[in-house]
């Protein structure tokens, strides 16, 4: 840093240039098609002052360059270095023969744009920083080989490192805000891969991806001792194949048929001993079943038609909350529980019709649940015409209750259970009825009365918010559908 500008002090730019090496923004093209020589032809003179023409290409615009320098370097070259009215600095670097090997922009942000000739290979190397530190940057050879890398800062606080290889190898790793790795692959040309991932419970995925898109993928516990899962893919011809995940020990725990369309059956061995046949019709469609040893099935048909993986996990949640006796019964009636997106578009035959029991001008589109006893169905929706529905756990328990009613045979048209709910009706003050006109509706009153107090002692009722009411409202109601129940089959 012996040479600096001429005029010292006046050269503002020049002082950051020294305290930090700093430099411009000309085009790629300057470096390699070798425009960027000295004027001066060689010599080491930019000490004078005086802005060399042509080495900093003046800008259109506002961005006019407001002062010049030029500093000689210990190399026998020299710098040129033009500052801007916004306060971004344009540098070139020449060598002791003129050639210019460097141009680059600061900006006041700490942004930066760099183009480097290496004069003895006559590489290029370009990149691009951003104020944050982020970078992305190329190197090309003579002979045309492309290498590059960046660094990019990801929205959690972590950052990600790629590098690409002149072989077209990437490898690419990613740590999170506390610098630990929890991504990092490496892939090739042919997009094989290998892929070790951290994930959230501190298990690590371990992938390793063949060219034909076969792999096998390993789980390593926290402990890093235990492998639990190892999948392997047998690509078949057509498209298809098959999947196998195995235990540490061996046993085969699920398998997958994949077909040529993408669509699968899968089976998986739980924990409890049950297998769940897993049918994946197309995205967002498939059904599912659980079975025992003895192949018979534990819980209701589950079916999902348009409703987002989220939502179906929800709700099959929510289905597997209800007591193992009634899921055990809606499963031996035959009971189905569909997962749909929106009723109608589930159920297009609905479409513009009304709920029985709803008001006039209340369409299917309104409601996030029904029971169709004709196919045995109890329907939960994940949108109706007013948005996402966040009763799905009340839906499943009231649509369930009227699954579970009619797999009893109806012990809403038992004379024990119109005993006690017209106990409960004729206990009601007049609001409360008007309150409650959908569960003593005379058409239909009863068979709500039983799902909606089935809900209720399950869990709560469709409306969480009137679990009190219902439980102060229909006591003996809720003691006949308690008394039923208990004598299902545990
Ligand atoms: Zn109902």
Known sequence: ME?????????SGDVSFNEKPVYPNQQYAGLSTGTMTDAGGGGSDGVDGKAKKGATPDHSGPDEVMLRSSKKNTDGGHTDSSTRMSGSIDTTTFDKSGQAIKNRTDNPDKSFSEQTLDPKDHSVKVREQKANGDFSETNLTQDGKVTSKSHVTNPDGGFTDTSVGADGKTETTTRNKAGLVTDRKSENADHSYTERKLNPDNSTTFHDQKKD????????????????????????????????????????????????DGSYFETTKNKDGTTTQHDQKKNLEYSETTVNDKGERVGPVVEVKGASEDFAEKVKADIAQLPA?????????????LIAGTLVGAMPELEGKRPPGHPVGSTYADIEGS????????????YTSSGPSNRDAGAVRHEGGHAVDHALDYPSNSPEFKAAYDKDVAAMSPETKLREQYLVQAKGGRSEAFAETFAAINGGPANQS?????????????????????????
Do not use: C
């Not at 006796?325 to 529980?337: I, M, Q």
């Open 325 to 337: 006796s009634t899921k055990k019964l809606l499963a031996d009636s035959g009971a189905k529980f």
């Open 3 to 11: 040479s600096t500008g001429p005029k010292k002090g006046t050269t």
């Open 213 to 260: 898109g076969s792999y096998v993928e390993t789980l390593t516990d926290k402990n890093g001792t235990s492998t639990t899962v190892h999948t392997v893919n047998d690509i078949k011809d057509g498209g298809g194949s098959t999947t196998e995940t195995t235990d540490p020990s061996g046993n085969v725990v699920r398998d997958r048929v994949t077909r040529a």
């Open 466 to 490: 009137q679990m009190d009411q219902i439980m102060q409202t229909y006591p003996n109601t809720i003691d006949y559908v308690r008394k039923r129940m208990n004598e299902v089959p545990q």
């Open 371 to 382: 029971y169709f006893p004709e196919k045995r169905t109890a329907v939960v929706a994940e």
